[in-house]
T-cell receptor, first 115, second 108 residues
């Protein structure tokens, strides 16, 4: 696709429910990143994929958070037993390759609200 | 702990003035530096990146890096109201680490 696509754009859920957020990166981009942005804050790194592997999961805040990537393309971020503090915008980015010099392009994000 | 620090602002400048945005970072070994612009409710978009010491200019934007001082800045010349946004500094420290952003308002 022309850009990074995320769905849904908005998700409202009840505390304790599970949610799945989807990211479709730019075609040909091997690296994919998930970030979380709380209101008025910067971006918090969650996880990085190179292909289907996740060499860096260091940012996942708890074991309720998991992510996978299949076919070197689409990625899903799953949050189990959601809590109110999970409310944030979840942003996905992709880059041509991993590594420090590669520019990341962001999707429009999924705004998650946990009631 | 690896950190990127920015003044949160808000920073207000009159239209046509130079806006100066600053960022410090903790990892002396960082090699690449990025400035993203984020309009309210939108995703970040890249406006400048630099990989080495010195200045880089692109239109009205100039990025300046001082590795010895671990300091990077973004200058916006001839500021326009459409430049009003939050500017995020990002430094590659293994992963891209973002500052909390500086909110810029350009007053007509």
């Amino acid at each position: 696709g022309a850009g990074v696509s995320q769905s849904p754009s908005n998700k409202v859920t009840e505390k304790g429910k599970d949610v799945e957020l989807r990211c479709d990166p730019i075609s040909g981009h091997t690296a994919l990143y998930w970030y979380r942005q709380s209101l008025g804050q910067g971006l918090e790194f969650l996880i990085y994929f190179q292909g289907n592997s996740a060499p860096d999961k260091s940012g996942l805040p708890s074991d309720r958070f998991s992510a996978e990537r299949t076919g070197g393309s689409v990625s899903t971020l799953t949050i189990q037993r959601t809590q109110q503090e999970d409310s944030a915008v979840y942003l996905c980015a992709s880059s041509l390759a991993g590594g420090s010099a590669n520019i990341q392009y962001f999707g429009a994000g999924t705004r998650l609200s946990v009631l | 702990q690896k950190e990127v620090e920015q003044n949160s602002g808000p920073l207000s400048v009159p239209e046509g003035a130079i806006a100066s945005l600053n960022c410090t970072y903790s990892d002396r070994g960082s090699q690449s530096f990025f400035w993203y612009r984020q309009y309210s409710g939108k995703s970040p978009e890249l406006i400048m990146f630099i990989y080495s010491n010195g200045d880089k200019e692109d239109g009205r934007f100039t990025a300046q890096l001082n590795k010895a001082s671990q300091y990077v800045s973004l200058l916006i010349r001839d500021s326009q109201p459409s430049d009003s946004a939050t500017y995020l500094c990002a430094v590659n420290m293994g992963q891209l680490t973002f500052g909390s952003g500086t909110q810029l308002t350009v007053l007509p």
